[in-house]
Structures are given as C-alpha cells and as structure tokens.
C-alpha cells in the first residue's frame, strides 16, 4: 500500500465516518484513481471497522501543522 498526497486528496470528501467497503464503494463512484481502490483493498480489517478519517488509514497523512502556511496573510 502506497499512499500519495494526491491519492489521498481524493479521499477528503469521503463520507467520514466509513467503513473499508464505504470507501470503496465512493472512489468508484467518485472516479479516483485505481491506485485509491487498490489501497483500500489492502486494508487490514474485516469489512466492519469502521475509519473516522484519513489519519486512520494513513497516521502519516500531514495536517495544517504540517506545514508552513500562515492564513493570514491571504
């Protein structure tokens, strides 16, 4: 399982919380890369535990802290 920044992007409006299946289920239909699919399938679990956000699928996936970005200058 390899996970991307752009891969993940296609997850962010997923309907959190969800299960493995859920997920699938929404980047077919939201027509996210294959590689998405494919990683969800990977996931350890057995179809019934249930992910509250990204962060659960990917611990690494960077939050606002992450970076260096100061909203108020925009």
Known sequence: M???LELASYLEEAPWPATKDELIDYSIRSGAPLEVVENLQEL???GFEV???IEDIWPDYPS????MFNEDEY
């Open 2 to 4: 390899f996970w991307t």
């Open 44 to 46: 350890d679990d057995e």
């Open 51 to 53: 992910y509250e956000s």
């Open 64 to 67: 606002q802290d992450d970076f």
